[in-house]
């Protein structure tokens, strides 16, 4: 049997297959959708979470970023300005995402040094309890939402950053390995400032690629080994805080993929200005999650301008 005995006819499917090539490169990397959809849900007791994804999309096995906000476990909500339109954004690369809400266990409490260190873990714990709920409801769907459960990655800010990279990182710490993990593994994590209880705890079993945005003179969430808000040694709430130089330093012993976006001069802030980088988390994303890169990079930055 001849295939493409017919000259022309072959040009027309060269032309056909290098333009779905260049269109599954710039999938998930670049804006092809002009258009997304907003489905919100239900997923435990009143918790709720907002699901974007591309309207008019025929893919169904997509990666899933579930995005927690920050705001001290005090206040914030999954729908503020800055998460939507990181979320649109994403959802417009033909990611799937889910913004979640949970529970604010410090409304109207104080989280700082007067804050004892026994309640700063059990904050942890229950927003990673929450993240996991949430988890093990959107993968229970996976097929209907059209994402591939396998490809779920963990993003967050500040206080929400800490929570996704304890419940990416934690999982054999004794105060987390009680928690309801699904039987799934996430697939990567993407923090604006955040930090861990402790990186040794980051073994070969639950290390995932890791893109992270902090600045070096972050006062609340220490960029390397500090205690959380740089509280004294006798204050209750001293409690010692792996950021994202030391997370680095154990991926990089691990052989795991990471990137931290770095600023000398930075402070909090960039819990909010990482935001903005879309383009740089949707090549981490693609690079070492899609395509199975290994990455292992540090990355001086500066804040855009307004």
């Known amino acids: 049997m001849r295939f493409c005995s017919n000259l022309n006819f072959c040009l027309l499917i060269l032309l056909f297959l290098s333009i779905n090539m260049s269109y599954g490169q710039r ?59 990181f979320c649109e954004a994403m959802a417009g690369k033909g990611y799937t995402v ?88 996430f697939a990567g994590v993407v923090s604006f400032a955040g930090a861990v209880v402790d990186a040794g705890y980051l073994q070969s079993e639950n290390a995932v690629p890791a893109l992270m945005f ?32 030391a997370i680095a330093e154990k991926l990089k012993e691990l052989n795991c993929s990471y990137q931290l976006m770095y600023d000398p001069d930075g402070n909090h802030d960039w819990a909010n200005l990482a935001y903005s980088y879309t383009d740089v988390i949707a090549e981490f994303i693609q690079r070492t999650i899609l395509e199975n890169q290994l990455i292992q990079s540090r990355i001086k930055l500066q804040p855009k301008n307004p």
Do not use: W
Not at 52 to 58: E, L
Not at 124 to 148: C, N, S, W
Not at 217 to 229: E, R
């Open 98 to 185: 889910a913004s979640i809400s949970y529970r604010l266990t410090r409304k109207g409490k104080s989280f700082g040094c007067d804050c004892p260190a026994n309640e700063k873990i059990q904050t942890f714990q229950a927003a990673t309890e929450d993240i996991l709920k949430a988890t093990k409801y959107l993968t229970d769907r996976a097929t209907e939402l059209g994402f591939d459960k396998e490809k779920i990655i963990l993003a967050g800010s500040s206080a929400g950053a800490e929570a996704v990279l304890n419940t990416a990182f934690m999982r054999y710490h004794q105060d987390f390995r009680s928690l309801p993990y699904p039987d799934i593994k």
């Open 27 to 85: 999938r998930y990397l670049e804006t092809v959708f002009t258009e997304t959809q907003l489905l919100t849900l239900n997923y435990a007791d009143t918790l709720k979470l907002d699901f974007y994804s591309p309207k008019k999309d025929t893919a169904i096995r997509r990666p899933l970023i579930l995005l927690v906000h920050g705001g001290g476990f005090a206040i914030g909500t999954r729908d503020n300005e800055l998460e939507r339109g």
């Open 214 to 245: 902090h600045g070096e003179k972050d006062n609340l969430v220490p960029y390397g080994q500090a205690p959380h808000h740089y509280c004294d040694t006798d204050a209750t709430g001293y409690l010692i805080l792996d950021g994202s130089e």
